[in-house]
């Protein structure tokens, strides 16, 4: 274990509650998505790279041409390699490490502790948030108990005051409330009557997110099939047409076309909807405890600083050191 960890002492702390350390109570959840983010592209494209059975890894298959020049699959794969295997293989070695880090010092994470993480995670969405939708759900489940296992390992000798705890949660219950939200996708076209063309087309059995792709105007949503993520009554930057248009469905249903406030014309499909829930103290008193012991540690610690005391070797260099 590193050197930060072995230097921490047991410490009763009685943080002061300032708008700084709510802001990243609030927000952490979120960042923690957008971390992993990266990644789930990251192992979408490593996939591509292992061979079907029966082909050898270097073979000369073709899988692209440029005016006749060919791009053979282990340039390929040499080039997927460089650019993204490193930073896969050391989140791969993170989790295993983190998994052994939970073996030694008898940490455990629960269902309901990922089910909670994942509730705050949705409700202190503020923006299109594409994160979850290109991680599958037990990718994102993984992700999060990594994370707080290393969260649990760092906080194990940090001591915080129950009053501490309760206060926080007495000044900041609204955290704990969490809003409906409904899991969307959007087209977005110019006129009322390419809407109304779209609604023809999704009626004859065309797939929502294919359509998205072809005739969405909305560019950054296009990509992804429309889907624009969990979205909440009052959500900052989402026009308010989309979030009424999507509070009207139930789930796999698609709305009417509706008019956007740049003048243009939406279609929504909910995909999933997950109820509000209203967390007690009981239910959140041990999120918030390691929340505010986080708050207490000297600088940020990563997965990293368990490599030398799980012996962790990897191909791109000698046991990895503490940072």
């Not at 460089?82 to 983190?98: A, D, I």
Request: overall charge neutral; hydrophobic content about 35%.
């Amino acid at each position: 274990m590193s050197s930060t960890r072995n230097r921490r002492p047991s410490i009763s702390a009685t943080p002061n509650q300032t708008p700084l350390l709510q802001r990243r109570l609030k927000t952490k959840p979120a960042l923690t998505v957008i971390a992993v983010l990266l990644l789930g592209n990251i192992l979408w494209l490593i996939a591509w790279l292992i061979p079907n059975k029966g082909q050898e890894i270097g073979s000369d298959e073709q899988v692209a041409a440029i005016d006749g020049e060919v791009i053979t699959r282990q340039e390929w794969m040499i080039a997927m390699e460089e650019r993204y295997g490193k930073e896969t293989l050391q989140n791969l070695v993170n989790e295993s490490v983190m998994e052994k880090a939970a073996k030694k010092y008898k940490i455990k994470v629960t269902d309901k502790e990922i089910d909670l993480e994942l509730a705050l995670m949705r409700s202190a969405q503020d923006k299109f948030d594409t994160a979850m939708q290109n991680l599958s759900a037990e990718q994102l489940r993984q992700k999060i108990r990594s994370q707080l296992i290393l969260d649990k390992v760092l906080t194990k000798d940090v001591v915080i005051k129950k009053d501490s705890i309760e206060k926080y949660y007495e000044e900041n219950q609204s955290l704990y409330n969490t809003k409906t939200s409904y899991r969307t996708n959007f087209i977005e076209v110019d006129s009322k009557k390419a809407a109304e063309e779209a609604l023809k087309e999704l009626k004859n059995s065309s797939d929502f997110s294919v359509l998205a792709r072809e005739i969405s105007l909305d560019s950054a949503s296009a990509s992804l099939g429309g889907d624009i993520g969990f979205l909440t009554e009052k959500q900052e930057n989402v026009d308010p047409a989309i979030i009424k248009a999507a509070k009207a469905l139930k789930a796999k249903e698609v709305s009417k076309a509706f008019k956007l406030n740049n003048g243009h014309y939406g279609i929504v499909q909910v995909q999933e909807i997950v109820e509000g829930q209203s967390f007690t103290y009981e239910d959140v008193k041990e999120h918030i405890e390691r929340e505010l012991a986080l708050d207490q540690l000297p600088q940020s610690v990563t997965p990293e600083a368990f490599w030398s005391e799980f012996k962790a070797t990897w191909y791109y260099g000698e046991e990895k050191k503490d940072k």
